[in-house]
């Protein structure tokens, strides 16, 4: 089934470890995007790709990394882990940026 | 700054009707998303508002006003399997979604 698979679905990590979520997309869509969701706030866009090549800041990107070397992937690293970055963190693309998004299923990440 | 402002809970009947209002500022408007997240699963579209009106789509329906910075969701015969949070996005002027923090609906029987 065409979707968007993340990778893996939940990590325990030691602080100060790094660490390298993985998504992958089949559907051939030009935007990737990923967000972590903490209880009582909405979805909040850490680094977003409109196209193969390219890669921009979103609202909090600060520990995070992530390059887009193909269409198909795009690799969220965190490199050198922090308590507050406990969180789930979801991986979305689109056909473009007018498109809506769709979710893959989530990584649940906890840093202790 | 940016604000998207949704309930944080509503609780619900099976088989009645319910309205979630999105009340949002942006900078920038271009296009209002209503997605719907069951507990420990990914957001799932649900509708597209880019102009004033309503849009419907079966048993859901999703209201915008652009002057009034206002969206609602209409959920009608409702089913427990309804029962999720909602979520509201604006999409701004960098085509970046903003997010509010859902609202949880509570379906009894």
């Known amino acids: 089934i065409a979707g968007i698979t993340q990778a893996p679905t939940s990590q325990i990590l030691a602080a100060g470890r790094r660490m390298t979520l993985r998504c992958t997309q089949d559907?051939?869509?030009?935007?990737m995007y990923w967000y972590r969701q903490d209880l009582g706030l909405g979805l909040r866009l850490i680094h977003y790709?409109?196209?193969?090549?390219?890669?921009g800041k979103g609202e909090v990107p600060d520990g995070y990394s992530v390059s887009r070397a193909n269409t198909d992937d795009f690799p969220l690293t965190l490199a050198s882990a922090v308590p507050s970055q406990t969180s789930v963190y979801f991986c979305?693309?689109?056909?473009?940026?007018?498109?809506?998004?769709?979710f893959g299923d989530g990584t649940r990440l906890s840093i202790l | 700054g940016q604000n998207i402002d949704q309930p944080t809970e509503m609780t619900a009947t099976e088989g009645a009707i319910v309205q979630i209002n999105c009340t949002y500022q942006?900078?920038?408007?271009?296009?209002l998303f209503w997605y719907q997240q069951h507990a420990g699963e990914a957001p799932t579209f649900l509708s597209y508002?880019?102009l004033d009106g309503l849009e419907e789509k079966g048993r859901f329906s999703s209201f915008l006003s652009r002057s009034k910075g206002y969206s609602y969701l209409l959920l009608k015969e409702l089913q427990m399997k309804d029962s999720a949070s909602y979520l509201c996005?604006?999409?701004?002027?960098?085509?970046?979604?903003?997010w509010g923090a859902g609202t949880k609906l509570i379906i009894k029987p």
């Open positions: 979305a693309s689109s056909e473009s940026v007018n498109q809506p998004q769709h």
């Open positions: 559907m051939r869509h030009n935007a």
């Open positions: 790709s409109n196209t193969a090549g390219t890669t």
């Open positions: 942006t900078s920038g408007f271009n296009g």
């Open positions: 508002n880019v």
């Open positions: 996005a604006v999409r701004d002027s960098n085509y970046q979604l903003i």
